[in-house]
């Protein structure tokens, strides 16, 4: 076994802070929107496509949203890392399956 | 009941059928029969991995019962389900590649496999593993009775003969084919709910004449409906944001997911499962709940929340479609049902059998013995659906909430905090399933909030403290 800590683990620990961060604003997007706009009486509610706004812009636009930012995250922010390393080759990066 | 329905339903059951048997022809045998019957030899690529994800996750209550309370509660129940869309990459993210490699290094086939490793205790392993036979247990013989009554009311079939078409397809290939069987099957039954939410939710807003029409309709017929609040004003912020916890970032805890989160070919397969995961899941947790909410426009008056969705589908869409829809939630039982009967089986063969009864045991025994329990399990569980006892339906309440509480902290702590030991998961464990226990039958959503919120708290408490004390910390940096 080598010494110090697997160099793999390091991007790991970063891409799960990465994750709970997204879902913290995940959950602010949500809850703003909805308890925002949503708190206001009905007769002041405005409508998007037919859509209550507080719905539209908690459910419909914060998934595509979301999706998107999910998208972003793992296109240029996560790494590719190996899973099975040579123990000899460990410095080697890229997709080995 | 007409042919039309049932035939889009018999071509379903049978294809996934034929799936499974087909893919039990890739199990190797040999050293890496446990790996690739239980594990699928880590192979998984994104695809598949995210809609076994979903599937698994996805139970009948997304399908039947969240619909149903949706139609009841309206917009606001919409809301509370979209607290679903972080299981999409919250699980895989934090998991993570560590995880995976963690996995490989280990040579973990089980979630128990993990922690034992991990906390080196034989205490860890026997508690993990009765909770998991126990609470697992009683949730199959819960989603079967589910899947029996589903066939029973689209088809006007018995009960019992439902029951015997429903489990005796899903045995046959799970038992034959092991964990490849069942995600290549949760891969189609995923599509077949991605498929069915776009022809229901099409179907009603059509029917409803517009999104427009249906929202005034319903504003006129009680605002409350179209509120973040719920028709009777009893959605809290408090309460429709703790489930966040139950539905969102608790999966973590629950093994038949958790367990996937080790089954995945390499980064890339993670990457992208994590993209396509948040989008279905999304879809279909919108797309099915919104439904419910239009379906109260369309079909007024329905007073059993479980029979929105079958009597809306009949009602908006002609007889074939409406039995692709009603696929659905077949396929949403039968994913969730063949991973826990995988799982149930592996913690009986390879955590207590192999790890404690005979480690030496002889590949070719440990194949027999890994169909022939696989087979006795889901015969017990069909023996039991048929009349389920109370002690059955009474640890299926538990089942969901005390797993997250159980295992969240052992899992996730075990993984990226070192001083984390054996006392501290055993403590965890215990407080996690005893204090959902007690919540849930004395103080219910105890201070407004979900009854798991408080449980889990309380496990992580117990984790950390547990772990101050004198213990076994992991010597090696495999962790």
Known sequence: MKKGTDWRYRVSNREAIMGTVLAILNFIWWYAFAYGLGGRPIKEYTYILGFPSWFFYSCIVGFVVFTILVWIMVKFFFKEVPFELDETNENEEGDVG | ?479
């Open chain 2, 1 to 479: 009941m007409n042919w039309d329905v049932i035939l889009p339903l018999v071509i379903f059951l049978i294809s996934v059928f034929f799936v499974g048997i087909y893919t039990s022809r890739h199990i190797r045998s040999g050293s890496s029969f446990l790996q690739d019957y239980f594990l699928a030899g880590r192979e998984l690529g994104g695809f598949v991995l995210a809609m076994t994800m979903v599937a698994t996750y996805g139970s009948a209550s997304s399908f039947i019962g969240g619909p149903g309370a949706a139609y009841q509660l309206g917009l606001g129940w919409v809301l509370l389900a979209m607290a679903q869309l972080v299981t999409g990459y919250f699980t895989l993210a934090v998991l993570g590649k560590k995880f995976a490699i963690v996995a490989r290094k280990i040579n973990a086939v089980t979630l128990i496999d993990f922690l034992k490793a991990r906390y080196e205790s034989k205490w860890v392993v026997i508690l993990s593993a009765i909770s998991i036979v126990v609470f697992l247990f009683s949730a199959m013989a819960a989603q079967w009775v589910g899947g029996g009554r589903l066939i029973e009311s689209f088809t006007g079939v018995s009960y019992t003969t439902a029951l015997f078409i429903f489990s005796g397809s899903v045995l046959v290939y799970v038992i034959a084919g092991g964990f490849r069987a069942v995600v290549i099957t949760d891969a189609i039954q995923g599509v077949v709910m991605v498929i069915g939410t776009i022809i229901i939710l099409a179907g009603t807003i059509i029917a409803g004449g517009g999104i427009e029409n249906i929202m005034s309709e319903l504003r006129a017929e009680n605002p409350n409906l179209i509120t973040p609040y719920g028709s009777d004003q009893s959605l809290t912020p408090l309460y429709v944001s703790s489930f966040w916890i139950l539905v969102g970032v608790g999966v973590v805890g629950l093994p038949q997911i958790s367990v996937r989160a080790m089954s995945y070919r390499n980064a890339k397969a993670m990457h992208r499962a994590m993209i396509i995961g948040t989008f279905v899941v999304g879809f279909i947790m919108l797309g099915m709940h919104l439904a419910g909410v239009f379906g109260r426009v369309v079909l007024p008056g329905i007073e059993v929340p479980d029979k929105v969705m079958p009597l809306l589908a009949l009602e908006v869409l002609p007889g074939w479609l409406a039995g692709i829809v009603l696929a659905a939630p077949l396929a949403a039982v039968m994913s969730t049902v063949d991973s826990v009967l995988l799982l149930v089986s592996s913690a009986i063969i390879k955590d207590v059998y192999i790890n404690y009864i005979k480690p030496d045991a002889e590949e070719q025994f440990v194949k027999k013995l890994s169909f022939g329990i696989t087979a006795v399990v889901g015969l017990s569980v069909f023996a039991m659906a048929i009349n389920p006892p109370d002690l059955l339906i009474w640890l299926n309440l538990f089942a969901f909430g005390g797993l997250e509480a159980a295992f969240i902290w052992p899992i996730v702590l075990g993984l990226y905090w070192k001083r984390g030991n054996a006392n501290g998961a055993i403590a965890s464990l215990i407080v996690g399933v005893g204090s959902y226990m007690f919540l849930h039958l004395n103080y219910p959503n105890l201070w407004g909030m979900h009854t798991v919120v408080l449980p889990i708290v309380l496990s992580l408490v117990a984790y950390i403290v547990g772990s101050f004390t004198k213990g076994v910390r992991p010597h090696t940096n495999t962790f």
